[in-house]
Protein backbone atom coordinates (compact mmCIF):
# COMPACT_ATOMS: atom_id res chain seq x y z
CA UNK A 1 0.00 0.00 0.00
CA UNK A 2 0.55 3.34 -0.35
CA UNK A 3 3.42 5.23 1.92
CA UNK A 4 2.96 8.79 3.16
CA UNK A 5 5.48 10.84 5.05
CA UNK A 6 5.09 13.27 7.79
CA UNK A 7 5.95 16.77 5.65
CA UNK A 8 4.78 19.49 4.81
CA UNK A 9 3.26 18.53 1.55
CA UNK A 10 0.93 17.12 3.34
CA UNK A 11 0.32 19.33 6.58
CA UNK A 12 1.78 22.54 6.36
CA UNK A 13 -1.33 23.84 5.89
CA UNK A 14 -3.60 21.52 8.97
CA UNK A 15 -6.16 23.25 10.00
CA UNK A 16 -6.77 25.82 7.37
CA UNK A 17 -10.73 26.20 7.66
CA UNK A 18 -11.01 28.98 9.50
CA UNK A 19 -9.67 31.56 6.79
CA UNK A 20 -11.11 33.94 8.96
CA UNK A 21 -12.01 38.43 7.20
CA UNK A 22 -9.04 39.61 9.15
CA UNK A 23 -6.75 41.98 7.72
CA UNK A 24 -2.52 41.11 8.16
CA UNK A 25 -0.94 42.71 9.99
CA UNK A 26 0.43 46.14 9.04
CA UNK A 27 -2.53 45.89 5.78
CA UNK A 28 -4.97 47.83 5.09
CA UNK A 29 -7.93 46.10 6.15
CA UNK A 30 -10.06 47.82 3.61
CA UNK A 31 -8.21 46.58 0.96
CA UNK A 32 -7.70 43.26 2.40
CA UNK A 33 -9.44 40.30 3.03
CA UNK A 34 -9.26 36.49 3.65
CA UNK A 35 -11.62 33.94 2.44
CA UNK A 36 -13.36 31.83 4.42
CA UNK A 37 -14.08 28.18 4.43
CA UNK A 38 -17.40 26.32 5.94
CA UNK A 39 -16.56 24.01 8.58
CA UNK A 40 -19.29 22.00 10.07
CA UNK A 41 -18.63 19.00 11.17
CA UNK A 42 -20.45 16.55 13.72
CA UNK A 43 -18.84 14.08 16.21
CA UNK A 44 -20.13 11.17 17.05
CA UNK A 45 -19.14 9.02 19.88
CA UNK A 46 -20.61 5.18 20.04
CA UNK A 47 -21.04 3.02 23.35
CA UNK A 48 -18.36 0.47 22.22
CA UNK A 49 -15.90 3.87 21.83
CA UNK A 50 -15.40 4.53 18.46
CA UNK A 51 -15.27 7.71 17.13
CA UNK A 52 -16.70 9.10 14.00
CA UNK A 53 -16.41 12.26 12.58
CA UNK A 54 -18.53 13.78 9.62
CA UNK A 55 -18.52 16.53 7.22
CA UNK A 56 -21.13 16.93 4.42
CA UNK A 57 -21.05 18.52 1.41
CA UNK A 58 -22.96 17.99 -1.43
CA UNK A 59 -21.26 20.04 -4.01
CA UNK A 60 -20.83 16.20 -5.90
CA UNK A 61 -22.60 12.94 -5.36
CA UNK A 62 -19.48 11.01 -4.13
CA UNK A 63 -18.02 10.57 -0.61
CA UNK A 64 -15.12 9.54 1.16
CA UNK A 65 -14.63 7.94 3.93
CA UNK A 66 -11.48 7.29 5.62
CA UNK A 67 -11.01 4.47 8.61
CA UNK A 68 -8.21 5.56 10.76
CA UNK A 69 -6.87 3.71 14.28
CA UNK A 70 -4.57 4.86 16.46
CA UNK A 71 -1.37 2.95 15.88
CA UNK A 72 1.50 3.52 13.96
CA UNK A 73 5.79 3.03 14.04
CA UNK A 74 5.50 4.49 17.24
CA UNK A 75 3.70 1.89 18.84
CA UNK A 76 5.62 -1.23 17.99
CA UNK A 77 7.95 -3.02 20.12
CA UNK A 78 11.79 -3.34 20.12
CA UNK A 79 12.15 -5.95 17.28
CA UNK A 80 9.06 -5.85 15.57
CA UNK A 81 9.36 -2.36 13.50
CA UNK A 82 7.79 -2.66 10.71
CA UNK A 83 4.36 -4.63 12.01
CA UNK A 84 2.11 -1.75 11.67
CA UNK A 85 2.95 -1.72 8.36
CA UNK A 86 3.12 -4.97 7.57
CA UNK A 87 -0.71 -5.89 8.86
CA UNK A 88 -1.82 -2.84 7.03
CA UNK A 89 -0.73 -4.68 3.82
CA UNK A 90 -2.48 -7.97 5.69
CA UNK A 91 -5.70 -6.26 5.74
CA UNK A 92 -6.52 -6.63 2.23
CA UNK A 93 -5.69 -10.46 2.21
CA UNK A 94 -9.43 -11.50 3.05
CA UNK A 95 -11.65 -12.08 6.02
CA UNK A 96 -14.31 -14.99 6.90
CA UNK A 97 -16.98 -13.21 4.73
CA UNK A 98 -14.76 -12.26 1.64
CA UNK A 99 -11.75 -14.15 0.31
CA UNK A 100 -8.65 -12.67 -0.64
CA UNK A 101 -8.85 -9.87 -3.15
CA UNK A 102 -12.41 -9.92 -2.41
CA UNK A 103 -12.41 -6.27 -1.01
CA UNK A 104 -10.83 -4.87 -3.87
CA UNK A 105 -12.68 -6.69 -6.64
CA UNK A 106 -16.36 -5.39 -4.92
CA UNK A 107 -14.96 -1.91 -4.28
CA UNK A 108 -13.97 -1.58 -8.29
CA UNK A 109 -17.19 -3.18 -9.63
CA UNK A 110 -18.89 -0.53 -7.68
CA UNK A 111 -17.25 2.04 -9.17
CA UNK A 112 -15.16 3.17 -6.44
CA UNK A 113 -11.18 3.45 -5.77
CA UNK A 114 -9.73 2.75 -2.32
CA UNK A 115 -5.96 2.15 -0.86
CA UNK A 116 -4.01 2.68 3.11
CA UNK A 117 -1.01 3.88 4.48
CA UNK A 118 1.24 4.15 7.74
CA UNK A 119 2.47 6.67 9.26
CA UNK A 120 4.28 6.89 13.04
CA UNK A 121 1.16 7.64 14.85
CA UNK A 122 -1.50 5.83 12.55
CA UNK A 123 -2.66 3.64 10.26
CA UNK A 124 -5.56 4.52 7.82
CA UNK A 125 -7.47 2.80 5.38
CA UNK A 126 -9.84 5.01 2.96
CA UNK A 127 -12.10 5.02 -0.20
CA UNK A 128 -13.58 7.04 -2.34
CA UNK A 129 -17.32 5.89 -3.85
CA UNK A 130 -20.11 7.30 -5.09
CA UNK A 131 -22.50 8.24 -2.10
CA UNK A 132 -25.39 5.83 -2.81
CA UNK A 133 -23.03 3.20 -2.25
CA UNK A 134 -21.74 4.54 1.62
CA UNK A 135 -23.39 1.32 3.42
CA UNK A 136 -20.88 -0.69 0.99
CA UNK A 137 -17.95 0.65 2.38
CA UNK A 138 -18.76 1.26 6.11
CA UNK A 139 -19.90 -2.44 6.12
CA UNK A 140 -16.34 -3.98 4.72
CA UNK A 141 -14.64 -1.74 6.69
CA UNK A 142 -16.13 -2.71 9.39
CA UNK A 143 -16.19 -6.45 8.75
CA UNK A 144 -12.52 -6.40 8.44
CA UNK A 145 -12.14 -4.17 11.75
CA UNK A 146 -12.75 -8.02 13.43
CA UNK A 147 -12.77 -10.90 11.02
CA UNK A 148 -9.53 -10.32 9.35
CA UNK A 149 -7.92 -14.14 7.67
CA UNK A 150 -4.46 -14.00 8.80
CA UNK A 151 -3.22 -17.96 6.75
CA UNK A 152 0.47 -18.41 6.33
CA UNK A 153 0.76 -18.53 2.73
CA UNK A 154 -0.91 -15.02 2.55
CA UNK A 155 1.44 -13.71 5.44
CA UNK A 156 4.96 -15.17 3.58
CA UNK A 157 3.76 -13.90 0.05
CA UNK A 158 3.19 -10.43 1.65
CA UNK A 159 6.60 -10.43 3.84
CA UNK A 160 7.91 -10.67 0.04
CA UNK A 161 5.78 -7.66 -1.18
CA UNK A 162 6.88 -5.59 1.60
CA UNK A 163 10.31 -6.74 1.57
CA UNK A 164 10.38 -5.63 -2.30
CA UNK A 165 9.01 -2.21 -1.31
CA UNK A 166 11.35 -1.50 1.01
CA UNK A 167 14.09 -1.79 -1.56
CA UNK A 168 12.40 0.09 -4.44
CA UNK A 169 11.65 3.04 -2.13
CA UNK A 170 13.54 2.74 0.78
CA UNK A 171 16.74 1.26 0.21
CA UNK A 172 17.61 4.38 -2.67
CA UNK A 173 20.14 6.34 -1.37
CA UNK A 174 18.20 9.33 -0.34
CA UNK A 175 15.93 6.99 1.37
CA UNK A 176 18.81 5.60 3.62
CA UNK A 177 19.63 9.33 4.10
CA UNK A 178 16.67 10.18 6.06
CA UNK A 179 16.37 7.25 7.48
CA UNK A 180 19.97 7.43 9.12
CA UNK A 181 19.61 11.39 10.44
CA UNK A 182 16.12 9.89 12.21
CA UNK A 183 17.92 7.11 13.56
CA UNK A 184 21.10 9.26 15.28
CA UNK A 185 18.76 12.65 15.86
CA UNK A 186 16.22 10.15 18.49
CA UNK A 187 18.01 8.00 21.02
CA UNK A 188 14.90 6.22 22.35
CA UNK A 189 11.86 7.47 20.92
CA UNK A 190 10.20 4.84 18.53
CA UNK A 191 10.08 7.97 15.88
CA UNK A 192 13.78 6.86 15.29
CA UNK A 193 12.82 3.82 13.17
CA UNK A 194 11.33 3.48 9.33
CA UNK A 195 7.96 3.44 9.29
CA UNK A 196 8.32 0.46 7.17
CA UNK A 197 10.66 -1.56 9.33
CA UNK A 198 14.21 -2.58 9.97
CA UNK A 199 15.02 -5.44 7.18
CA UNK A 200 15.90 -7.90 10.26
CA UNK A 201 12.79 -7.08 12.21
CA UNK A 202 10.51 -7.68 9.03
CA UNK A 203 11.79 -11.42 8.92
CA UNK A 204 11.63 -11.62 12.53
CA UNK A 205 7.77 -11.06 12.35
CA UNK A 206 5.43 -14.11 12.77
CA UNK A 207 1.88 -14.60 12.68
CA UNK A 208 1.39 -15.00 16.43
CA UNK A 209 2.44 -11.33 16.43
CA UNK A 210 0.39 -9.86 14.13
CA UNK A 211 -2.28 -11.74 15.53
CA UNK A 212 -1.49 -10.37 18.68
CA UNK A 213 -0.99 -6.83 16.96
CA UNK A 214 -4.14 -7.24 15.34
CA UNK A 215 -6.83 -7.90 18.23
CA UNK A 216 -4.77 -4.96 20.65
CA UNK A 217 -5.22 -2.51 18.40
CA UNK A 218 -7.80 -2.76 15.69
CA UNK A 219 -10.69 -2.31 18.08
CA UNK A 220 -13.42 0.32 18.18
CA UNK A 221 -12.38 2.04 21.29
CA UNK A 222 -8.92 2.88 19.28
CA UNK A 223 -10.71 3.80 15.84
CA UNK A 224 -11.96 7.36 13.97
CA UNK A 225 -14.10 6.46 11.22
CA UNK A 226 -14.00 10.39 8.62
CA UNK A 227 -16.68 10.76 6.51
CA UNK A 228 -16.54 13.42 3.75
CA UNK A 229 -18.94 14.03 0.85
CA UNK A 230 -22.48 13.87 -0.17
CA UNK A 231 -24.38 12.12 2.95
CA UNK A 232 -27.15 13.38 5.06
CA UNK A 233 -25.63 13.18 9.26
CA UNK A 234 -28.17 10.83 10.81
CA UNK A 235 -28.14 7.84 8.09
CA UNK A 236 -24.49 7.98 8.20
CA UNK A 237 -24.47 8.06 11.62
CA UNK A 238 -27.17 5.16 12.01
CA UNK A 239 -25.19 3.40 8.99
CA UNK A 240 -21.84 3.64 11.55
CA UNK A 241 -23.73 2.33 14.19
CA UNK A 242 -25.40 -0.45 12.45
CA UNK A 243 -21.87 -2.13 11.67
CA UNK A 244 -19.49 -0.37 13.78
CA UNK A 245 -21.74 -0.02 17.14
CA UNK A 246 -21.69 -3.69 16.98
CA UNK A 247 -18.39 -4.57 17.62
CA UNK A 248 -17.00 -5.05 20.93
CA UNK A 249 -14.39 -3.43 22.63
CA UNK A 250 -10.97 -5.60 22.94
CA UNK A 251 -10.13 -7.20 26.09
CA UNK A 252 -6.42 -6.52 25.09
CA UNK A 253 -6.56 -2.71 24.29
CA UNK A 254 -4.39 -0.32 26.50
CA UNK A 255 -4.04 3.17 25.94
CA UNK A 256 -1.25 4.71 24.48
CA UNK A 257 1.82 5.14 26.82
CA UNK A 258 3.09 8.63 27.23
CA UNK A 259 6.75 8.76 25.09
CA UNK A 260 9.72 11.39 25.14
CA UNK A 261 12.98 12.08 23.96
CA UNK A 262 15.79 12.50 26.27
CA UNK A 263 16.94 16.24 25.34
CA UNK A 264 20.02 16.59 23.33
CA UNK A 265 22.65 18.39 24.42
CA UNK A 266 25.38 18.36 22.00
CA UNK A 267 25.72 18.43 18.43
CA UNK A 268 25.40 14.80 16.46
CA UNK A 269 26.80 14.05 13.17
CA UNK A 270 26.06 10.94 10.84
CA UNK A 271 27.42 10.50 7.26
CA UNK A 272 25.99 8.40 4.80
CA UNK A 273 28.33 6.89 2.02
CA UNK A 274 26.24 5.26 -0.97
CA UNK A 275 26.48 4.48 -4.32
CA UNK A 276 24.21 7.90 -5.00
CA UNK A 277 24.44 10.65 -7.94
CA UNK A 278 25.09 13.44 -6.19
CA UNK A 279 25.49 14.57 -2.43
CA UNK A 280 23.09 15.61 0.23
CA UNK A 281 22.95 17.63 3.41
CA UNK A 282 20.34 18.13 6.10
CA UNK A 283 20.17 20.01 9.33
CA UNK A 284 17.81 18.19 12.29
CA UNK A 285 16.58 20.22 14.97
CA UNK A 286 14.54 18.75 17.66
CA UNK A 287 11.42 20.81 18.30
CA UNK A 288 7.77 20.56 19.78
CA UNK A 289 4.71 20.50 17.94
CA UNK A 290 0.99 21.81 18.58
CA UNK A 291 1.05 21.01 21.86
CA UNK A 292 3.44 24.31 22.33
CA UNK A 293 3.03 27.61 22.49
CA UNK A 294 5.93 27.99 20.21
CA UNK A 295 4.33 25.47 17.48
CA UNK A 296 2.75 28.66 15.53
CA UNK A 297 6.05 30.50 15.63
CA UNK A 298 7.80 27.44 14.50
CA UNK A 299 5.17 27.52 11.20
CA UNK A 300 5.88 30.79 10.14
CA UNK A 301 9.90 30.13 10.52
CA UNK A 302 9.67 27.09 8.84
CA UNK A 303 7.84 28.98 5.89
CA UNK A 304 10.05 31.92 5.50
CA UNK A 305 12.55 30.23 6.03
CA UNK A 306 12.50 27.25 3.11
CA UNK A 307 8.86 27.48 2.38
CA UNK A 308 9.23 27.52 -1.23
CA UNK A 309 10.56 28.70 -4.12
CA UNK A 310 10.39 32.37 -2.41
CA UNK A 311 12.13 31.24 0.64
CA UNK A 312 15.38 32.56 1.91
CA UNK A 313 17.36 29.09 1.73
CA UNK A 314 15.53 28.38 -1.59
CA UNK A 315 17.09 31.87 -2.95
CA UNK A 316 19.79 31.73 -1.71
CA UNK A 317 21.30 28.46 -2.38
CA UNK A 318 19.38 27.38 -5.51
CA UNK A 319 19.15 30.60 -7.34
CA UNK A 320 21.64 33.02 -6.23
CA UNK A 321 24.67 30.76 -5.36
CA UNK A 322 23.43 27.90 -7.04
CA UNK A 323 24.40 25.07 -4.32
CA UNK A 324 21.66 22.96 -4.98
CA UNK A 325 19.11 21.67 -7.02
CA UNK A 326 16.90 21.97 -4.22
CA UNK A 327 16.46 23.49 -0.66
CA UNK A 328 13.99 23.98 2.05
CA UNK A 329 12.77 23.41 5.40
CA UNK A 330 10.46 20.64 6.44
CA UNK A 331 7.95 20.90 10.31
CA UNK A 332 5.63 18.29 11.34
CA UNK A 333 2.93 20.35 13.36
CA UNK A 334 0.58 17.92 13.73
CA UNK A 335 1.79 14.55 15.79
CA UNK A 336 1.51 12.70 18.55
CA UNK A 337 4.70 13.53 19.83
CA UNK A 338 7.28 16.27 19.16
CA UNK A 339 9.52 15.74 15.67
CA UNK A 340 12.40 17.01 14.26
CA UNK A 341 12.43 21.12 12.62
CA UNK A 342 14.98 19.83 9.18
CA UNK A 343 16.58 22.26 7.16
CA UNK A 344 17.92 20.78 3.86
CA UNK A 345 19.59 20.64 0.29
CA UNK A 346 20.20 18.29 -2.49
CA UNK A 347 23.94 19.68 -3.86
CA UNK A 348 24.23 20.40 -7.33
CA UNK A 349 26.47 18.61 -9.76
CA UNK A 350 29.88 20.10 -8.85
CA UNK A 351 29.17 21.64 -5.83
CA UNK A 352 30.09 20.70 -1.97
CA UNK A 353 27.56 19.19 0.54
CA UNK A 354 30.16 21.07 3.15
CA UNK A 355 29.29 24.69 1.29
CA UNK A 356 25.69 23.99 1.22
CA UNK A 357 25.46 22.90 4.59
CA UNK A 358 27.89 26.64 5.54
CA UNK A 359 24.95 28.11 3.53
CA UNK A 360 22.16 27.01 5.44
CA UNK A 361 23.65 27.73 8.83
CA UNK A 362 24.00 31.31 7.63
CA UNK A 363 20.62 31.63 6.75
CA UNK A 364 19.66 30.46 9.94
CA UNK A 365 21.93 32.82 11.74
CA UNK A 366 21.40 36.42 9.00
CA UNK A 367 17.97 35.63 10.51
CA UNK A 368 18.30 35.54 14.59
CA UNK A 369 20.75 38.83 13.99
CA UNK A 370 18.89 40.72 11.33
CA UNK A 371 15.39 40.00 12.17
CA UNK A 372 12.25 39.26 9.87
CA UNK A 373 10.40 42.41 7.72
CA UNK A 374 6.62 42.69 8.36
CA UNK A 375 6.50 42.52 4.13
CA UNK A 376 8.18 38.80 4.79
CA UNK A 377 6.23 37.55 7.31
CA UNK A 378 3.28 38.66 5.54
CA UNK A 379 4.05 37.18 2.42
CA UNK A 380 4.60 34.01 4.46
CA UNK A 381 1.44 34.18 5.43
CA UNK A 382 -0.64 35.23 2.59
CA UNK A 383 1.22 32.07 0.52
CA UNK A 384 0.12 29.43 3.45
CA UNK A 385 -3.54 30.69 2.93
CA UNK A 386 -3.63 30.57 -0.58
CA UNK A 387 -2.47 26.86 -0.76
CA UNK A 388 -4.99 26.42 2.23
CA UNK A 389 -8.25 27.45 0.13
CA UNK A 390 -6.81 25.30 -3.21
CA UNK A 391 -6.58 22.16 -1.61
CA UNK A 392 -10.06 22.42 0.51
CA UNK A 393 -11.41 21.94 -2.49
CA UNK A 394 -10.60 17.89 -1.85
CA UNK A 395 -12.82 15.98 -0.09
CA UNK A 396 -9.64 13.46 0.30
CA UNK A 397 -7.57 16.67 2.12
CA UNK A 398 -10.08 17.22 4.64
CA UNK A 399 -10.50 13.70 5.82
CA UNK A 400 -6.75 13.47 5.95
CA UNK A 401 -6.51 16.72 7.87
CA UNK A 402 -9.40 15.33 10.54
CA UNK A 403 -8.39 12.10 11.26
CA UNK A 404 -4.43 13.07 11.57
CA UNK A 405 -5.77 16.02 14.07
CA UNK A 406 -7.83 13.46 15.87
CA UNK A 407 -5.33 11.06 16.27
CA UNK A 408 -2.98 13.55 17.37
CA UNK A 409 -5.42 14.71 20.19
CA UNK A 410 -8.45 16.82 18.86
CA UNK A 411 -9.61 17.49 15.58
CA UNK A 412 -10.43 21.06 17.13
CA UNK A 413 -7.24 22.46 17.25
CA UNK A 414 -7.50 22.82 13.46
CA UNK A 415 -9.70 25.29 14.29
CA UNK A 416 -7.35 27.49 15.87
CA UNK A 417 -4.27 27.09 13.48
CA UNK A 418 -4.73 30.01 11.34
CA UNK A 419 -5.72 32.24 14.35
CA UNK A 420 -2.71 31.33 15.66
CA UNK A 421 -0.41 31.92 13.33
CA UNK A 422 -1.97 35.40 12.91
CA UNK A 423 -1.04 36.03 16.45
CA UNK A 424 2.96 35.46 15.87
CA UNK A 425 4.93 38.22 15.18
CA UNK A 426 8.38 38.69 13.49
CA UNK A 427 10.14 38.98 16.70
CA UNK A 428 8.31 35.61 17.95
CA UNK A 429 9.73 33.91 14.98
CA UNK A 430 13.46 35.14 15.70
CA UNK A 431 12.78 33.88 19.00
CA UNK A 432 12.16 30.35 18.10
CA UNK A 433 14.74 30.09 15.44
CA UNK A 434 17.14 31.26 18.37
CA UNK A 435 15.80 28.90 21.22
CA UNK A 436 15.43 25.78 18.92
CA UNK A 437 17.92 26.15 15.72
CA UNK A 438 20.97 25.88 17.67
CA UNK A 439 24.36 24.16 17.66
CA UNK A 440 23.82 22.07 20.30
CA UNK A 441 20.11 21.01 19.16
CA UNK A 442 21.10 19.88 15.92
CA UNK A 443 21.98 16.50 14.49
CA UNK A 444 23.98 16.48 10.55
CA UNK A 445 23.74 14.66 7.86
CA UNK A 446 25.61 14.44 4.38
CA UNK A 447 25.21 11.97 1.91
CA UNK A 448 28.55 11.23 0.51
CA UNK A 449 28.37 9.69 -3.16
CA UNK A 450 30.89 6.43 -3.23
CA UNK A 451 33.59 6.58 -5.80
CA UNK A 452 31.78 4.11 -8.15
CA UNK A 453 29.09 6.84 -8.82
CA UNK A 454 31.71 9.13 -9.15
CA UNK A 455 34.07 7.32 -11.32
CA UNK A 456 30.48 6.74 -13.58
CA UNK A 457 29.66 10.50 -13.52
CA UNK A 458 33.00 11.40 -15.05
CA UNK A 459 33.03 9.05 -17.15
CA UNK A 460 29.45 9.84 -18.56
CA UNK A 461 30.42 13.59 -18.86
CA UNK A 462 33.16 12.94 -20.81
CA UNK A 463 31.15 10.65 -23.23
CA UNK A 464 32.55 7.20 -22.09
CA UNK A 465 30.15 4.59 -22.18
Not at 97 to 109: A, C, D, N, V
Not at 253 to 260: N, Y
Not at 290 to 309: R, T, Y
Amino acid sequence: MRKTRNLRAILSAAGLFLLLAMPHPGADARTETVLRVPWNVTEHKMKNGMRALLLPDNSAPMVVMKVWYAVGSRDEQPGLTGIAHYLEHMMFRGTKKYGPRRFSEIIKKNGGSHNAFTGFDYTAYYERIASDRLELIIELEADRMVNLLLQKAAFDAEKNVVHEERRTRYDRPVGKFWEQLRAVAYTNHPYRNPIIGWPEDIDAITIKDMEAFYKRYYSPENAVAVLVGDFKVDEAIALLEKHFGKIPESPTFRKRPRLAEFPQKSERRVYVRVDAQLPYVALGYHAPNWKSEDAPALVMLEAILGGGETSRIYQRLVRKDTLALGAGADYTYISVDPMIFYLYARVAPGKKAADAEKALLEEVEKLIAKGVTDEEFRRALRNIEAKTVFAMDSHYFRARLLGTAAIAGDWRLLEGYLPALRKVTPAGVVRVARKYLSHKNKTTAELIPTKKSRRANTAKSRGGR
